[in-house]
């Protein structure tokens, strides 16, 4: 790896966060540290099992002979994940069985190098910090089980979204194809059924098929996370990799889980697979089925500016999902084309007077007869809260429970044109919710759960555990869980995404500079956590 520096001298690097060593390591730049080495893991990881390690790497001593770039020092952090071998030292590893595989046998690398990191930043400034790295995704040239001694679960939680079948097929068949496992258990019902359900036995047979579908092929459930119960059902079954396809909720479940494995001191590979139709998950590009949805809102959009472009004074409202974050509404309405106004939860709009939305009807149906209105499901709940004097409710999982905003926006609108303006509109109200998020993943979305799941695979299989795999800048990662549900991902309304629709709808903005600064920072310290397992 090339720290940005000269390729073939020595480098010496000093560990500043972390003063589990005094003196620099020092090691060739071209060969790189080895992150596998057990000097390094044991350093630093005896006292962090629970949690990600942040290790902040500062280059101290640089010589420049081939390198033309400038030589200072550089910021190189990466966010590793944990090891069983950081809670169980003595663990045996083995010839990853992938080297005699078929598939593999050609691979020019077949393994990931152990000091391969994916960068977090990807657009960055000469002599500025580089960042936040994660380790890369991908197969090791060592695991840490025999597959005839594995026995894996599988369990997916929350919302549905499509491709959780993909996910559950991939990870089956990449047991089985790639390291010879063929002991693997589907959890049915979600994080409940690990103590409340009997288990289905999972093979590529009775996987096969199950991509083709919607839904999970194993059943959800929200609610139900009860970690000693779980890891007591882990234990008494002698499972031995557990992996979790679920949305933040879950992941913070999944946490819970890894702790309490390490706790116990039990060889359990925990990997959880990030799976949301809101593509609310932080870290990671863009979640698995969130093109799908989009495509499928496609419909929905098309259908209401047929309806509206129809007949006179034609308003379309669609509502689409999108719980806190407004990207399913923000994309689907810059793939469209026909939308006048996207309306989504991190940006406050107000209805009456200048600037407002029956401003900004009246003067487009005015233009052009008709317009099309995306709302997003979580838009304007504190409008509505205030308007109905409503009471916040909650699911089982602890989520806030939404007022349903489509049906509270078309009765708003229609009185205001109807009693004020004196002025007939034709409202098409369209809610395909559930919709775009119950049919089975499009192309590119299967080929994105296969690479999810074989990551995951690869991950548990070398060790790795209290992980969330994902796609960052585009390369697969694996990420410490506690990463990806500190924060949540939303639409910055400060950020060139949102300015992009913004000036291709050309509807009012609602808020000035500074209140989308605002707007931004409580949007991501804001972001509900739920707490009611
Ligand atoms: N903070 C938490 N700690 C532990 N488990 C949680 C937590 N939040 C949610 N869960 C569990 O995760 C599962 C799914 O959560 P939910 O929020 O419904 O969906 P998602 O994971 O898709 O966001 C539920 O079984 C729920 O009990
Ligand atoms: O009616 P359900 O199944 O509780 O789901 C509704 C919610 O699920 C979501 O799809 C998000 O689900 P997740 O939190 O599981 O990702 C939201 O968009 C929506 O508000
Ligand atoms: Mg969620």
């Avoid at 657009?123 to 597959?147: C, L, M, N, Q």
């Avoid at 499509?162 to 068949?173: K, Y």
């Avoid at 998950?281 to 098309?302: H, L, P």
């Amino acid at each position: 790896m090339n720290f940005g520096v000269s390729t073939s001298t020595d480098i010496a690097i000093s560990i500043p966060s972390l003063h589990l060593s005094s003196s620099p390591l020092s090691f060739k730049s071209s060969a790189t540290i080895s992150l596998q080495s057990p000097r390094f893991r044991n350093a630093y990881f005896g006292s962090l099992f629970f949690g990600s390690r942040r290790i902040a790497r500062r280059i101290t001593t640089v010589e420049t002979r081939q390198c033309s770039s400038k030589a200072t020092d550089d910021d190189f952090i990466i966010e590793d994940v944990p090891h069983l071998a950081d809670f169980l030292p003595d663990l045996p590893s083995y010839a990853n069985p992938l080297k005699n595989s078929q598939a593999y046998a050609i691979v020019k690398e077949t393994f990931v190098k152990p000091e391969d990191v994916v960068a977090q930043k990807i657009v960055i400034t000469k002599d500025r910090s580089r960042g936040v790295h994660f380790r890369r995704a991908g197969p090791r040239e060592k695991v840490y089980f025999k597959s005839d001694e594995v026995r894996a679960c599988v369990v997916t939680c929350g919302g549905l979204c499509p491709g959780i079948n993909t996910v559950v097929r991939e990870i089956v068949c990449g047991l089985n194809f790639m390291y010879g496992v063929d002991d693997i258990l589907g959890i049915v019902g979600g994080y409940r059924g690990f103590y409340s359900k009997n288990t289905l036995q999972l093979t590529p047979k009775v996987v096969n098929n199950i991509h083709k579908h919607g839904g999970t092929f194993l059943r959800t459930s929200r609610g139900g996370h009860d970690t000693n119960k779980i890891v007591d059902n882990i234990q008494d079954r002698g499972i031995n990799q557990v992996y979790i396809i679920g949305g933040d909720g879950t992941q913070r479940g999944a946490a819970l889980i890894y702790q309490e494995v390490a706790k116990r001191g039990l060889q359990v590979a925990v990997a959880g697979i990030p799976k949301t139709i809101d593509n609310d998950i932080a870290v990671i590009d863009k979640s698995f089925g969130f093109d799908t949805a989009v495509e499928e809102a496609q419909r929905a959009i098309n259908a209401a500016h047929v309806e509206v472009e129809s007949v006179d004074n034609g308003v379309g409202i669609v509502k689409l999902m999108g719980r806190y974050s407004g990207f399913i509404a923000t994309i689907a309405t810059l793939a469209s084309r026909d939308v006048d106004c996207c309306l989504i939860p991190e940006s406050p709009f107000y209805l009456e007077g200048t600037g407002g939305l029956f401003e900004f009807i009246e003067q487009r149906l005015k233009e052009n007869g008709h317009m099309v209105i995306v709302l997003a499901e979580g838009a304007g709940q504190d409008y509505i809260a205030q308007d109905m004097h409503t009471v916040e409710e909650k699911d089982a999982s602890g989520n806030r429970l939404l007022q349903d905003v489509g049906p509270w926006l078309s009765q708003k609108i229609k009185d205001h044109f109807t009693k004020v303006q004196k002025m007939a509109i034709n409202m098409k109200y369209i809610d395909p919710t559930y919709m775009i998020r119950a049919i089975p993943s499009n192309a590119s979305d299967n080929v994105y759960c296969t690479l999810l799941a074989q990551s995951a695979v690869h991950g548990a299989m070398a060790g790795y555990t209290g992980f969330t795999v994902g796609p960052v800048n585009s390369r697969h990662a694996y990420i410490p869980i506690a990463r990806v549900t500190e924060t949540q991902n939303t639409v910055k309304l400060t950020g060139r995404m949102w300015a992009r629709l913004l000036a291709s709808t050309n509807q009012p903005s609602f808020v000035t500079y500074n209140e989308a600064l605002c707007e931004d920072a409580a949007n991501i310290n804001n972001a509900e956590i739920s707490t009611q397992l």
